[in-house]
């Protein structure tokens, strides 16, 4: 399962999409060539960036900050730095997750029914995460229309899965019909109701290249249930070594 | 011989009174017996039963993987196909009843409910025909009504709903995912709380059709298990392979486990209790059997003087023998016959009613409310025995004095106080 | 009294009658004195084990803890503990307290992970409050300060765990994250119930407190009173000095509230209080029985005595005596023999580990049978009372024999 708004979660803002500066005709596109587009965006070469996530639940605000590296699609390294949880490590490599505690003598990889646990209690959940294949591989998309999101125009497009492997049998998706980049997803159960929603707030240019920075996910099933992240700097085609990526590593 | 038992029915007729005492303390004895014996095996019982009825039937059909991973509930490994299984169980005459359980996470919105929130629960998918046919939830509706098929309801475990703030009429949310593994949510109304002796149901249980489950689980028309109730007396070996034979032959993926394995706290605990239970039959036993053996002494010393009398009159020693047991037999029929019609009707009100002895635990020192309703259970064996062991005490009780007396000479025995 | 001089007589003349009928009502007392000595050897187990490992006497926690308690709420705790601490353990009824933090856990193994409930307790405080060296079986207690644990015998033997081998849990911290941490498992512990030995597991509250990111909080405070203390009174009162004290959001409960199983045991108890009384009815017709029996023998000696001018009343007086002294004896002699198999069983107590085992109730497998003063003494009076009431049936029979029919009985 792999979506354009999860890599974006996936890789907390690392894993970009690029502007598309040459303005194509807005009629004359098909729902496949604009999630082809929006997949083209993302960077396969190195990113680091530095962030936050705040969390919201029935109990209140939480602020959890981190550091990232990404390779790819496939390669995400995230280190926390908040007091809390300081010097833990979340890695992904293809479709395996890894945990590193500082006070573990084990990392813990994860697996089965652990995957659909939550991300340090955030709206995101360790199974959003994972998955390596394009959109158009578990989805089937089809072209609704468009419709303003912020004043921007998109073109609203609606997945639906193919068969089995992925969380959500339907999203809607807004994309920028300008920079291709999401603007919006909604992520709905097979009985059609709204799950998730996830907002993208704010974007930032970098070397011609647009990023999401700021973007929300509220459980819609819940009151008061929302995460948000926000990329505070974000460097990238940095060097880094492939070994951060590795198991042994990830012990330092 | 016939003279003997013509005589041995005359004495029993002649002396009423006597006979009547007698008999009556036989059947005291034997009635109490039957009833203590039908309260502490219903006390045994009480909790096996309220397992099987409420929780876990009497023996459950699963996929073999489900069952090594049925922590997880995976919907993935259940039963595809069950309807010939079904089919076949019920052309067998045994009661069976498909159910699919799955986690999710109830959502309860403000307004109707006190406040928002969620909470993860297990649900049982039932089909509202045939359940009734193994478990009793149909009858332990305490507020509105039990499930209708494939409407989108529920029926809530009544501690569960006191817990949530929820009540008749309100909406419910599930949030689960399917057999295919995608996110569904599912509507629902609750239609019934249901308060049942099993405390764990009443906790944690929330009931929804199974059709609804199979459509909005993607269930294709398949199972998590397939639950069988047989007698709890049965013997569960035979019982169970006798589901195998009749309906598993040709599916090997499917595994059967029974109640013992299921619940295998409670039988831990219930054998605690029938250990405890054994010692206090047997002294009930004890004590009756000193009554019989009391009184049946005495009603013989009582005649030692008589059977000098018969011996005078030149009646062989083992004629007066056969005489007097064949009279006490008499006595131990009439007795038995009559404790076990008085503790069989007794037992009728303890088995459908109960004994509430909820007054006699004193709110102060309880901390939660527990239903004290004592039943009493039938069992044949034991007023079978209570029968037999009624005649047979009385004529071994009789034999003794008889055989003292015809051991004294004549004259002693005329003379005897 | 003359009427009991021949009531005595008459129990005395038919020696083996009499000890029948009397055993009926012995039985009935020996077997109630021991049962019910079972039942409060049981709640007092069932207290002291709630008490120490559950509920303390008295517990204090967050009052919105038990609302949240699915979702394990560590933040609501009771912070800075220690100040409460030093004020709880300055208070006169006060013998010894236990700050605690409970949390449900995973631990992980080699990819596998086992579900386990942790403890964060103080091992000085714990030595006194849970008497822990008696329960660790193997190796030592683990320190304070130290990344060490004391692991239950049945979680090792689930995991294949022994001393010196790590222990990593997993598990949500205070702050909804999520932390791992690594011990060294420096002892074992087996409880005297079950529920403790399958999946639990202590480590030093420092550590604990510092994994799960609690600052100086705890989850909660178990408090044992000293003799003569009544725990009702003195949660009502501490849950005054609570507020004083400015932590209003703390709340104090005594034990019965909190737990069930003591309820369970007065249920128990309550069941057999209606058994006994069946018993006791049966013993107490076996001497309906016997008096009976014996009034229609005597119907020729109860004619004479009437015709000598002795009065109905004083031979029902005459009767009931006779039937009360055999249930004083039987229900005397039954008590003693009650308490001389109460007495050696309470001393060795009796083993039902493999009746209890699983079961997760906090009922120890060894129980002891306690002898109580006043259920002793009530089984002795109950018995006797139920035993001469019942006997006045057949005794008032006697005064309806009429002087003739002493001359026509053979």
């Known amino acids: 399962m792999h979506t354009a708004h999860k890599k974006t979660l996936l890789l907390i803002g690392i894993l970009l999409s690029v502007s598309m500066l040459s303005s194509l005709p807005l009629f004359a596109i098909s729902a496949e060539e604009i999630i082809r587009k929006l997949e083209e965006n993302q960077v396969h070469e190195t990113a680091r960036s530095e962030g936050k996530m705040i969390i919201n639940d029935r109990f209140g605000e939480k602020v959890t900050t981190f550091k990232s590296w990404a390779e790819g699609e496939e390669k995400t390294l995230i280190e926390f730095t908040s007091r809390q949880e300081r010097g833990q490590k979340i890695l992904r490599t293809d479709d395996e997750i890894y945990l590193y505690f500082p006070d573990a003598a084990e990392v813990i990889r994860l697996q089965g029914a652990a995957l659909r646990d939550s991300v340090l209690g955030s709206d995101m959940s360790y199974e959003d995460m994972t998955g390596g294949k394009g959109l158009l591989d578990s989805y089937r998309a089809t072209l609704l229309g468009t419709e ?70 509220e459980d819609k099933m819940k009151r008061n249930s929302s995460t948000e992240f926000v990329i505070e700097s974000i460097e990238i085609g940095v060097d880094i070594p492939s070994s951060r990526f590795s198991l042994e590593e990830l012990t330092w | ?99 699919t359980v799955f986690r999710g996470e109830l959502i309860m919105q403000k307004d109707p409910y006190p406040e928002s929130g969620s909470i993860q629960a297990q649900i049982t998918a039932i089909d509202p025909q045939r359940d009734p046919q193994v478990y009793l939830i149909d009858e332990s509706i305490s507020a509105g009504r039990f499930l209708k098929e494939d409407r989108l309801e529920a029926v809530v475990g009544a501690w569960l709903a006191e817990d949530i703030g929820a009540q008749v009429g309100y909406p419910l949310t599930i949030v689960t995912r399917t057999k295919e593994g995608f996110f569904q949510t599912i509507d629902l109304e609750i239609v019934g709380l249901a308060n049942t002796p099993n405390p764990v149901v009443n906790r944690t249980g929330i009931f929804i059709p199974i ?58 605990l219930a054998a605690a209790k029938s250990a405890g239970s054994k010692v206090i039959l047997f002294l009930v036993f004890i004590i009756a059997a000193v009554g019989i053996s009391n009184t049946m002494l005495m009603s013989v010393y009582e005649r030692i003087r008589e059977i000098g009398m018969l011996r005078a009159l030149g009646m062989r020693r083992h004629e007066i023998r056969l005489a007097f047991l064949i009279e006490a037999g008499g006595i131990g029929l009439i007795g038995a016959s009559v404790g076990v019609l008085i503790g069989v009707l007794l037992n009728i009100p303890l088995v459908n009613n109960g004994i509430d002895y909820s007054a006699l635990m004193r709110d102060a020192d309880m901390g939660y409310r527990i239903t004290g309703i004592m039943r009493g259970l039938w069992s044949t064996a034991t007023i079978l025995t209570a029968f037999f062991t009624g005649v047979v005490l009385s004529v071994l009780m009789a034999f003794i004095p008889t055989r003292k007396a015809l051991k004294l000479q004549i004259t002693d025995a005329l003379r005897y106080q | 009294m003359k009427l009991r001089k021949i009531a005595w007589r008459n129990i005395r003349r038919n020696t083996r009658r009499s000890i029948l009928s009397m055993s009926a009502v012995a039985i009935a007392a020996m077997a109630f004195v021991f049962l019910f000595s079972m039942i409060e050897g049981m709640k007092q187990d069932v207290a002291y084990n709630l008490q120490t490992f559950v509920t303390g006497e008295v517990r204090i926690r967050h009052s919105e803890f038990e609302k949240y308690k699915h979702l394990n709420p560590l933040h609501l705790g009771v912070d800075n503990y220690t100040a409460l601490a030093e004020r709880l353990e300055s208070m006169e009824a006060v013998r010894t307290i236990s700050p605690r933090i409970k949390f449900p856990t995973a631990i992980y193994k080699e990819g ?299």
């Open chain 1, 148 to 217: 303003k999101i912020d004043g921007q125009e998109c073109y609203k497009i609606e997945l639906k899965a193919k068969g089995r492997g992925v969380p959500y049998p339907r999203e809607i998706l807004w994309v920028d019909s300008e920079i291709f980049v999401t603007r919006r997803v909604h992520m709905f159960s097979l009985s059609e109701k709204l799950l998730k929603e996830m907002r993208i707030e704010e974007y930032r240019s970098l070397k011609g290249k647009t990023f999401p920075v700021r973007f929300i996910i």
């Open chain 2, 1 to 99: 011989m016939k003279f003997l038992v013509n005589l041995a029915f005359k004495n029993l007729f002649r002396h009423k009174r006597r006979t009547m005492i007698t008999s009556i303390a036989i059947a005291v004895g034997l009635a109490l017996f039957i009833l203590i014996d039908s309260m502490l095996v219903g006390i045994e019982e009480d909790s096996t039963r309220n397992l099987v009825l409420y929780e876990t039937g009497s023996a459950r059909i699963m996929d073999a993987q489900f069952w090594e991973e049925h922590e997880n509930l995976p919907l993935k490994h259940s039963i595809d196909n069950p309807q010939p299984i079904l089919e076949d169980l019920e052309a067998a005459g045994i009661d069976a009843a498909p159910r």
């Open chain 2, 211 to 268: 059709k609804t489950a199979d459509y909005y689980l993607q269930m294709d028309g398949s199972v998590t298990q397939i639950d069988t109730s047989f007698p709890y007396q049965a013997d569960i070996k035979k019982q169970t392979s006798k589901i195998r034979s009749v309906a598993l032959e040709d599916r090997p993926d499917l595994t059967i486990v029974d109640w013992k394995i299921l619940g295998k706290d409670f039988v831990a």
């Open chain 3, 112 to 410: 596998s992970t086992y579900r386990a409930q942790g403890q964060g307790v103080d091992f000085e405080r714990e030595a006194e409050y849970q008497g822990l060296e008696e329960y660790v079986v193997k190796g030592r207690m683990p320190r304070n300060g130290q990344n060490e644990v004391l692991v239950a015998t049945g979680l090792a033997k689930e995991m294949n765990l022994d001393i010196g081998d790590n222990f990593t849990l997993l598990t949500q911290t205070r702050g909804r994250g999520m932390n791992a941490i690594t011990f060294k498992i420096t002892g074992l512990s087996h409880y005297q119930f079950d529920g403790l030995n399958n999946s639990f597991f202590q480590a030093p509250l420092d550590r604990v407190q510092y994994f799960l990111r609690m600052d100086n909080s705890v989850s909660e405070i178990l408090i044992k009173l000293k003799e003569n203390y009544s725990a009702e009174e003195f949660a009502a009162g501490l849950n005054s000095s609570l507020t004083d004290w400015g932590r209003p959001q703390l709340e104090a409960r005594m034990w019965k509230d909190i737990s069930q199983t003591y309820s369970f045991v007065v249920m128990a108890d309550a069941i057999y209080f209606i058994i006994a009384l069946m018993f006791f009815l049966l013993g107490s017709t076996v001497i309906i029985n016997t008096m009976m029996m014996t009034i229609f023998e005597r119907r020729k000696e109860i004619g004479t005595i009437n015709a000598m001018g002795m009065t109905g009343p004083e031979i029902v007086r005459l009767f009931f005596l006779e039937a009360f002294f055999i249930a004083a004896i039987g229900s005397f002699v039954g008590v003693l023999a009650g308490i001389g198999i109460t007495y050696p069983t309470s001393i060795y107590g009796l083993n039902f580990s493999a009746a209890m085992e699983g079961v997760d109730m906090e009922v120890s497998q060894i129980l002891r049978p306690v002898l109580n003063f006043k259920s002793t003494l009530f089984v002795f009076l109950y018995s006797t009372f139920i035993a001469s009431v019942a006997s006045f049936i057949p005794s008032r029979k006697s005064a309806k024999i009429k002087p003739v029919e002493a001359l026509r009985a053979i």
